[in-house]
């Protein structure tokens, strides 16, 4: 189904106590009647684990969406095995696309970067944890790991440019990723590369495309900007 707009966005985490909820439910609010909307990985944060009440309403909405609108989920590394007791009409996919205008990938599968280092990824949630209990400001765990930003460039840049070396072979113009839970909107060799964030913190962003443009977006205080 080709519809005048489509909405992008990726890494909600639900389950996770960082998602912003109250924010995402008022976003789906929002959206016009007949846009489509793209899911882009890691919307559930962990399966094996029960949401709570809160978290279990945006779920349920999400369904409910998806007989009111086409509703693709594009699965990430967190959300992979899914499976709801009761999926609507949302369609699941390992990638999406918009005509050869924009390939929808969550980028869990551009990253070389951290599936080649699980001990330190879990001495980094280790040391973040003990940093909470201890008194740090209790944000995401990608929040805590931008404040180590020559890392985090190099996580950044790596599945940036691996995206646009995917898009590249696959025709399309524009990639976009989620994943790395770092806003980013970048034109290399003519192909353009764009990451929608996180919804577990703030600035909340989201895509929005229509026939003739593709823009990276705010939303806050209600407001799309």
């Given at each position: ?220 205080d209600g407001q799309q900007t």
């Amino acid at each position: 189904m080709i519809t005048a707009e489509n909405f992008v966005v990726s890494d909600l985490h639900l389950g996770n106590p960082h998602f912003q909820h109250a924010q995402f439910l008022s976003w789906l609010d929002s959206l016009p009647p007949d846009a489509s909307l793209i899911l882009n990985g890691d919307i559930i944060d962990d399966p094996d684990r029960s949401l709570s009440e809160e978290h279990d309403i945006v779920l349920r909405r999400l369904v409910s969406e998806s007989y009111l609108r086409q509703v693709i989920w594009v699965l990430g590394n967190h959300d992979g095995d899914v499976d709801l007791t009761d999926s609507g009409k949302i369609r699941f996919e390992n990638e999406w696309e918009i005509s050869q205008r924009l390939l929808i990938v969550h980028g869990h599968q551009l990253d070389r970067v951290m599936p080649r280092h699980g001990l330190f990824k879990h001495l980094f949630k280790l040391l973040h944890q003990v940093l909470v209990i201890a008194g740090l400001p209790n944000v995401h765990v990608a929040s805590f790991a931008k404040k180590w930003g020559l890392f985090y460039n190099v996580l950044n840049k790596h599945v940036a440019e691996n995206a646009l070396r995917r898009a590249s072979i696959s025709g399309h113009k524009a990639v976009t990723c989620g994943h790395t839970h770092a806003a980013m909107d970048i034109c290399e060799g003519g192909l353009r590369y764009l990451n929608t964030g996180a919804w577990t913190e703030e600035p909340l962003y989201y895509l929005r495309i229509d026939q003739s443009q593709i823009i990276l977006k705010v939303y806050t205080d209600g407001q799309q900007t």
